[in-house]
């Protein structure tokens, strides 16, 4: 069972910054893709960013250029870097991680559930943007 902790959530003004982090239990074959999704209560879950075991990344088209994931193999440590923060941000921001042999799902699929039980969850950081 992986566990995965996020810090660095906060409350901050609009064009602020913020950079979240996930510390992984264990660093695997169980962590092949990780990835950043947030939630609003009453909303779906959304993805943010995600990243694959060869460093390759991708992002929601409402944080690009924005955001930016990163991952510290030698840590087990997932970053997400929050520039040019929005109100719309605003939202519980969640660490995923799951064991893969092939390529990650597309985020969106993710999002969605598809890959069920197999996905490990942190607990979620809460990040406030404020205009």
């Known amino acids: 069972q992986v566990q995965l902790v996020e810090t660095g959530g906060g409350s901050v003004q609009a064009g602020g910054s913020l950079r979240l982090s996930c510390t992984a239990s264990?660093?695997?074959?169980?962590?092949?893709?990780m990835g950043w999704f947030r939630q609003v209560p009453g909303k779906e879950r959304e993805e943010v960013a995600g990243?694959?075991?060869?460093?390759?990344?991708s992002y929601a088209e409402l944080v690009k250029g924005r955001f930016t994931i990163s991952k510290d193999n030698a840590k087990n440590i997932l970053h997400l870097q929050m520039n040019s923060l929005e109100p719309d941000d605003t939202a519980m921001y969640y660490c995923a991680a799951v064991g893969v042999a092939g390529p990650c799902l597309p985020l969106p699929m993710w999002a969605r559930g598809m890959y069920g039980n197999k996905a490990y969850w942190g607990q979620g950081t809460q990040v406030t943007v404020s205009s």
């Open positions: 990243i694959e075991a060869d460093g390759s990344t």
């Open positions: 264990e660093h695997t074959y169980k962590t092949t893709c």
